[in-house]
C-alpha cells in the first residue's frame, strides 16, 4: 500500500471477501420463524383457535376448516406486513452505521464503516469516531476520548509513529474503533477490524436505532388496554346471558368470543408500527436518515427551523473571489488581473501556507485551488518547506497559524489566516489601521462574500511559544471567498414560510455577510442581525423579545447555539436545529428535532441527531416537514376508519341477544372483514399522498393529541351510520328473502361494501375542488380483492352455505347496492360536515 494514495478499489474489495465486513456481532435480529411465532401468539389468533374448538365441538367441521382457511391468509398478510417494516428498519441500520473517510485509488472518499479493511488509510479530524484500530502515521495535535474502552474520561494525546521506527507501535500511537477525536486530525493505517479489534474482543456490541416509544404509541396502548379490557367484560357478559337466556352454552361462548374479536383493535399497535416505521424508510428514500423513530411523530409540528448557512443554505463549495491587500482589491474573476499579480501574490502565498497541504475544509481547498491558478511557476509556492507545528483554531480565537522551515533559512516563518478581527488582534494594529479594515471587511462581506485575515511572522527562538499571540505579526491582507446559495433554497423557504415555519439562519459569518446571504435565500431581515456578542449581553427575557423579529443570527459560536434553541423552547415553539460540529451536538440534543449534515457532519453530531440529511441539502429538510405532515395527518385517517369500522361490528354482534335475533356474525365473518380492515389501515392510508393545500396550513399545536374529540365525533358518527344501515339491511333482508340467512347475507354485504365506502371517504379530507386526488395502486387492489372475495362468498354455493348465505337473487342485490351507497353517502357527508366545523 502506498501511504499517500492508499489501497486500489481491487485490493479493497478482495480483503473485504477474506477478512468480512468491520462489524461486531450485533444483537440477533428477529428471524420468519420468530416472527411468524410472534404474529401466531397476537390475541386475535387466539381467539380464532378458541373458535376453531369450538366449531369442532358442535360437529360443523367444514366451518371450522373454513375459520383455519381464513387464518392462515390473515397469518401471511399479517406476517408480510411485519417483515416489510423489519426490512426497512434494517435498511435504516444499515445506513446509520459509521462512516470513514479513506484514500482510495489515490483520493478520499467517504465509504461505510462496515467496509474497511486492513491496510486501508484513513484521515480522522475532530468529531470523527474512530472506525477500526488504527496504526498513526502523521497526527497534529491529536486527542482521543478512549472512555468506551477505558472508562477514563480525560481524552488521550496520540502522536504518529516515526517512519523509521521498526518497534511495534505503542498504544499512544493507536487509535481503537469506537474512541472519539476529540481535538486535532491524523492520518493512520488500519490494523484490526470488527471482531479482531479491541472494541471486539472485549465483546462489545454495537448499538443498533433505538426504538424508542412514542407519545402516540404510549396513547395507543393505553387505548388499546382499556378497550381489551372492556371488550373482555362485555364479551364475558354476552356469553353468560346467551347462555342462561337460551340455555346453550358453547354458542353463548360463540357470541362471546365474537364479540371479543369485533372490539379488540389489534389493528392499532400494527398501524402505528408499519406507519412510523415506514415513514422513516420513505424519508431514507428521500436522502434523510431517521436515526430516532418517534422524530418522525413531530416533524409536522415543527414552527421553527435553526439551520446553518454553510453546506445547508449555501453549496459550500468555495472559490476565492477577491483579494486585498495595500489598499488594493483584486477580482480574481478578471482575467486583466494578471498584469499585476505580483501585487497579490503575499496574501494568497501566506494564505496557502496557513492551510493544510491536503486540505478537506472547503475553505482551504479553494485558496489551494487559488494558489495553484495564480502561483504556479512563480516562487511562491513552497512544496519544499517544511511544517514544524501549527496552532490549530480555538474557541478564544479564531485564527490558526502553521509554523515551515524552508531548506535554506534557518528562522521559522509563521503563516496565520482566521476571522479578520481575530488576525487583527494578533497584529496588534493602531485603532486607525483597524477602522481601515474594518471599513473594507464590510463592503466584502456586505457582497454575500466570507472574508478571512492573513498575517505573517518571522520566530528565530529554538522553543516555540505556547499561543499564537506571542509571535510578531504582520497583517498581510484580507482572501473574500464566495460561496453561493442553492438553487433550490427561495423556493424551499417560501413553502416552509406558507406553512407557517419561521427559518433562523445561524452562521459565524460577518453581519453584512449574514445579512447578504439571508437577503439571496429568501429570509425576512427587517427585524436585522443578532450577533453573538449581543446574545452574551442579553439576558432570557430581553433574548425573549429579540426572538419574535429576528431571523438572522450572526458571529455565533457553537456553544451559543445551545441558548437559542432553549430560548425559542421557551417561547412554545417547536424547534428543529442543524448543526455538523462536535460543539453543535448540545444543541442538537435540546432541539427537539436534532438534524446533522450526512455530508460533512461529524459523527458526534450524528450520533446526537435524531436525523441526517444524507446530502446536505436544505431542501430535503423541507421534505421531511412534509413527509411528518403526511404521516400525522394519515394516521388520524386511519383510527377514524378503525374505530368507524369496528361500530357495526360490536353492534351486530351484541343485536342478537338484546333483539332475540339468532347469531348473525360469526368469526368467519369477521375474519373476511379482517381482510378489508387490517390492509387498508396500514397500506392504504400509509399510502396516501399529502392533502393538497396541507404546506399552507400552520403546524398543528404541539400538544395536539392523535386522538382527539373531532376525531372521535367523526368515528363515532360514521360508524352509527353504518351500523344503522346495515341493521336495515337485516330486517329488510328477512323481510324480502323470507329467512334469516337472507338478512345476514344483506348485512354482511353491506358491511363489506361500506367499509370500502368508508375508506374512500376518509382517504382524503381536504376541501371539494381543492385538487385532484392522487391515484393510490393499494386502494385499487383492495377494492379488487374484495370483490372477488365477496363475489365469490355470494355466488359459488358451497361457500355460501359455509357462510350460513341465501341465494343473492337480483333483488337482494339491488337492496345490497342502494344500502351501500347510502353509506357511502353518510360517510362522506360526515367527513364534509368535519370540514365546515373546522
Not at 382527539?708 to 358518527?717: F, K, P
Amino acid at each position: 500500500m502506498d501511504k499517500r494514495s492508499g489501497l486500489s478499489t481491487p485490493e479493497a474489495e478482495a480483503r473485504l471477501r477474506r477478512d468480512g465486513p468491520n462489524e461486531l456481532p450485533a444483537a440477533a435480529q428477529s428471524g420468519a420463524a420468530l416472527l411468524l411465532w410472534e404474529v401466531l401468539r397476537e390475541p386475535m389468533f387466539l381467539l380464532l383457535v378458541a373458535c376453531g374448538a369450538i366449531y369442532l365441538a358442535l360437529g360443523d367441521r367444514n366451518e371450522a376448516l373454513m375459520l383455519l382457511g381464513f387464518v392462515l391468509v390473515v397469518i401471511v398478510m399479517t406476517f408480510v406486513q411485519k417483515r416489510r417494516s423489519q426490512a426497512a428498519l434494517e435498511a435504516l441500520r444499515d445506513l446509520s452505521s459509521p462512516r470513514a473517510l479513506v484514500m482510495r485509488d489515490g483520493k478520499p472518499v467517504r465509504v461505510p464503516g462496515k467496509t474497511l479493511v486492513a491496510g486501508d488509510l484513513v484521515l480522522l479530524a475532530e468529531g470523527d469516531r474512530v472506525p477500526a484500530d488504527i496504526e498513526l502515521l502523521e497526527a497534529s495535535y491529536l486527542t482521543v476520548d478512549e472512555s468506551l474502552l477505558t472508562g477514563e474520561s480525560q481524552p488521550v494525546l496520540k502522536q504518529a509513529r516515526a517512519a523509521n521506527d521498526t518497534e511495534a507501535a505503542t498504544a499512544d500511537q493507536r487509535c481503537y474503533s469506537g474512541s472519539l477525536v476529540t481535538q486535532g486530525t491524523a492520518q493512520g493505517c488500519v490494523v484490526a477490524t470488527g471482531p479482531r479489534s479491541a472494541l471486539g474482543r472485549i465483546g462489545a456490541s454495537l448499538g443498533s436505532i433505538a426504538m424508542d416509544e412514542t407519545p402516540i404509541q404510549r396513547e395507543t396502548g393505553r387505548i388499546v388496554q382499556r378497550l381489551a379490557l372492556a371488550g373482555a367484560s362485555i364479551a364475558l357478559v354476552l356469553a353468560l346471558g346467551w347462555a342462561l337466556s337460551r340455555g346453550d352454552w358453547l354458542t353463548g361462548l360463540l357470541a362471546g368470543l365474537t364479540l371479543a374479536m369485533a372490539i379488540l383493535p389489534e389493528e392499532l399497535p400494527v398501524v402505528l408500527t408499519i406507519f412510523l416505521g415506514l415513514g422513516a424508510w420513505r424519508l431514507a428514500r428521500e436522502q434523510v436518515l431517521t436515526r430516532r423513530i418517534p422524530a418522525v411523530e413531530l416533524l409536522g409540528a415543527t414552527t421553527v427551523l435553526c439551520v446553518d448557512k454553510t453546506g445547508t443554505l449555501t453549496r459550500n463549495q468555495m472559490e476565492v473571489r477577491r483579494l486585498w491587500v495595500d489598499g488594493a482589491s483584486f477580482e480574481l474573476a478578471d482575467q486583466a488581473v494578471d498584469a499585476m499579480a505580483h501585487a497579490f501574490h503575499p496574501v494568497l502565498e501566506y494564505a496557502v501556507l496557513s492551510s493544510h497541504r491536503r486540505a478537506f475544509d472547503p475553505m482551504e481547498a479553494a485558496i489551494g485551488a487559488a494558489g495553484q491558478r495564480w502561483l504556479q511557476g512563480s516562487e511562491h509556492l513552497h512544496a519544499d518547506w517544511t511544517l514544524v507545528s501549527d496552532y490549530p483554531l480555538s474557541r478564544e480565537l479564531l485564527a490558526m497559524s502553521r509554523v515551515w522551515r524552508s531548506p535554506d533559512q534557518r528562522e521559522l516563518l509563521v503563516a496565520a489566516k482566521g476571522a479578520p478581527e481575530a488576525i487583527v488582534d494578533l497584529c496588534h494594529l493602531p485603532a486607525s489601521q483597524r477602522q481601515h479594515i474594518a471599513e473594507q471587511v464590510a463592503a466584502l462581506a456586505a457582497d454575500g462574500l466570507r472574508v478571512l485575515g492573513v498575517a505573517r511572522a518571522v520566530f528565530a527562538a529554538k522553543a516555540l511559544p505556547p499561543i499564537q499571540h506571542d509571535f510578531d505579526f504582520e497583517f498581510v491582507g484580507l482572501v473574500a471567498l464566495e460561496d453561493p446559495v442553492r438553487a433550490d433554497v427561495p423556493a424551499a423557504i417560501a413553502e416552509c414560510r406558507a406553512a407557517g415555519i419561521r427559518v433562523a439562519m445561524i452562521t459565524g459569518d460577518h453581519p453584512a455577510t449574514a445579512l447578504a446571504i439571508a437577503r439571496q435565500a429568501g429570509l425576512q431581515v427587517q427585524g436585522g442581525p443578532l450577533s453573538g456578542t449581543e446574545l452574551d449581553t442579553l439576558d432570557d427575557a430581553a433574548l425573549a423579545e429579540r426572538l419574535r423579529d429576528t431571523q438572522v443570527f450572526c458571529r455565533v459560536r457553537p456553544e451559543q447555539k445551545l441558548r437559542l434553541v432553549q430560548a425559542f423552547r421557551a417561547r412554545g415553539d417547536v424547534v428543529a436545529m442543524t448543526g455538523d460540529g462536535v460543539n453543535d451536538a448540545p444543541a442538537l440534543k435540546a432541539a427537539h428535532i436534532g438534524v446533522a449534515m450526512g455530508g460533512r457532519g461529524t459523527d458526534v453530531a450524528r450520533e446526537a441527531a435524531d436525523l441526517v440529511l444524507l446530502n446536505d441539502d436544505f431542501g430535503s429538510l423541507v421534505t421531511t416537514i412534509r413527509y411528518g405532515r403526511r404521516v400525522f395527518a394519515n394516521l388520524r385517517k386511519a383510527i377514524t376508519f378503525v374505530l368507524a369500522a369496528h361500530l357495526p361490528i360490536i353492534g351486530l354482534a351484541l343485536a342478537p341477544l338484546l333483539m332475540g335475533w339468532p347469531l348473525i356474525l360469526m368469526p368467519a365473518h369477521i375474519l373476511f372483514l379482517q381482510l378489508v380492515i387490517d390492509p387498508a389501515c396500514s397500506i392504504v392510508f400509509e399510502a396516501e399522498a399529502l392533502e393538497p393545500g396541507a404546506m399552507h396550513q400552520p403546524p398543528r399545536p404541539p400538544q395536539a393529541r392523535l386522538f382527539d374529540a373531532a376525531l372521535v365525533q367523526l368515528g363515532l358518527a360514521q360508524g352509527v351510520g353504518l351500523l344503522a344501515t346495515v341493521l336495515a339491511g337485516y330486517l329488510l333482508g328477512v323481510q324480502q328473502g323470507g329467512s334469516d340467512d337472507a338478512g345476514r347475507t344483506v348485512a354482511f354485504a353491506v358491511l363489506v361494501l361500506g367499509n370500502l365506502g368508508l375508506i374512500q371517504a376518509n382517504r382524503s379530507w381536504a376541501a371539494r375542488g381543492a385538487a385532484p386526488r392522487a391515484v393510490n395502486a393499494a386502494f385499487r387492489w383492495i377494492v379488487l380483492g374484495t370483490g372477488v372475495l365477496l363475489a365469490l362468498a355470494l355466488g359459488v354455493g358451497q361457500v355460501a352455505a359455509l357462510f350460513k348465505f341465501s341465494a343473492a337473487s337480483a333483488a337482494l342485490l339491488a337492496l345490497i347496492a342502494a344500502l351501500a351507497v347510502a353509506s357511502w353517502a353518510w360517510c362522506t357527508a360526515t367527513v364534509r360536515l368535519l370540514r365546515q366545523r373546522r
